[in-house]
């Protein structure tokens, strides 16, 4: 027997052995690699306008959330969980917005940030509420959207009620002796904020020269701009949307008629302007408290900025409605709908807005409406605000 040649074998041999153990501890990390499941995510619900009237609304909100998904994800998601966004078109039509709410529920969507428009989130929300998902819409200002008290909808936007309000003490404060109409297109919101802003008016003691529905149409428009001259209108409110307000407005400049337009959220695009022209300057609108102008928002602000993007009208509101719904899911280490509905109901947050909570109706504790006017294309907070 060869001593030598035999320990060499068993060298290579026990070589070959340890090859072969390493071979496997990487062929089994490899296979425990492919088969680990990829990082858990959690879907959010956008619903907004992409089409009708609405669309620059829509865009305001989406890009507000796009931004918020983005700064939430980098900082370790909805509780640990990545955030993907399922956007959906509603058109801002309360039969497209049930189909929208149908399939987040086909889907298993159980956060939802939207509607816009409150006709939207009024069909919508019957929904969201029959089924325990949560709802927070950053535009719809319908004071029935909350009053119902539904347990999972909630809004960082104001109320159609509140700012009624504001527009009629500030008509009766400003314009008391001047002769004033209160104008609506006949579209569920423009009724209701036509119909607040008249009440309370009248409470307040002060009597409105006319109050009127018209269809909104550049024929229609033009007859309503003389009717409006003929019957010596000083002051005219309006809570149509920026095209048709700016359409109105531009077409009764140009047949001469130039009285103080008052219009209300509706219109706080820079669409309004756009299409208004040169008349748009001098006129007023209720708007929520401008939050680019918070402290809380600065850097949300520059970030849009760095983009070439203004962050104006609803899209810090979209920032904030989904910040909310994160900063709720982690308090309550939970993606679970109905803790997350508990947290925002009971618990206070940081957020763009400022610190801020939910009553038991669903509406946000943060500062109202104000009043702005517009110069030059853009809006600012009116003197004697």
């Not at 104001?158 to 009629?168: E, T």
Request: charged share 20%; hydrophobic share 45%; proline share 3%.
């Amino acid at each position: 027997m060869d001593l030598g040649k035999g320990a060499a074998g068993w060298e290579t041999g026990d070589m070959t052995v340890r090859r072969l153990l390493v071979l496997g501890t990487l062929l089994t990390g490899l296979a425990m690699v492919a088969a680990a499941p990829a990082a858990a995510e959690i879907t959010v619900g956008v619903a907004v306008p992409r089409t009708g009237p609405y669309v620059a609304v829509g865009e305001q909100v989406l890009r507000g959330v796009q931004a918020a998904a983005r700064d939430a994800n980098a900082r370790g998601g909805l509780d640990g969980q990545t955030i993907v966004l399922d956007v959906q078109d509603d058109s801002c039509d309360s039969n497209q917005a049930v189909g929208v709410a149908n399939h987040y529920v086909q889907a298993n969507v159980r956060l939802v940030v939207g509607h816009v428009c409150s006709n939207a989130s009024l069909a919508a929300s019957d929904v969201y509420a029959a089924h325990g998902i949560v709802m927070i819409t950053a535009a719809s200002v319908a004071a029935k959207l909350t009053d119902r008290s539904l347990p999972t909808i909630f809004r960082v936007s104001g109320r159609d009620d509140d700012q009624g309000k504001l527009s009629a003490a500030i008509l009766a404060e400003r314009f008391r002796d001047r002769r004033i109409a209160i104008l609506n297109d006949l579209s569920p919101a423009s009724r209701q904020l036509a119909a607040a802003t008249k009440d309370n008016l009248n409470r307040i003691g002060v009597n409105e020269a006319l109050f009127t529905a018209f269809q909104a149409s550049d024929a229609d428009d033009a007859a309503l701009a003389d009717r409006l001259k003929a019957a010596g209108i000083d002051v005219v409110y309006y809570g149509g949307d920026a095209s048709e307000m700016g359409r109105l407005v531009r077409i009764a400049a140009e047949r001469g008629f130039r009285p103080q337009w008052f219009g209300t959220s509706a219109i706080a695009t820079p669409d309004f302007a756009k299409i208004a022209g040169g008349a748009s300057n001098g006129v007023l609108m209720t708007f929520y408290l401008d939050p680019s102008r918070k402290p809380e928002a600065q850097s949300v602000v520059a970030a849009f900025k760095a983009q070439g993007i203004d962050a104006d009208g609803s899209m810090i509101y979209g920032y904030a409605a989904l910040q909310v719904l994160v900063a709720a899911g982690n308090f309550a280490h939970s993606t679970d709908a109905a803790a997350i509905a508990k947290a925002l109901h009971s618990e206070r947050f940081d957020t763009v807005l400022g610190t801020v909570g939910f009553d038991a109706k669903g509406d946000i504790t943060a500062q109202g409406y104000v009043l702005y006017v517009w110069r030059d294309g853009n809006f600012t907070p009116a003197k004697g605000n």
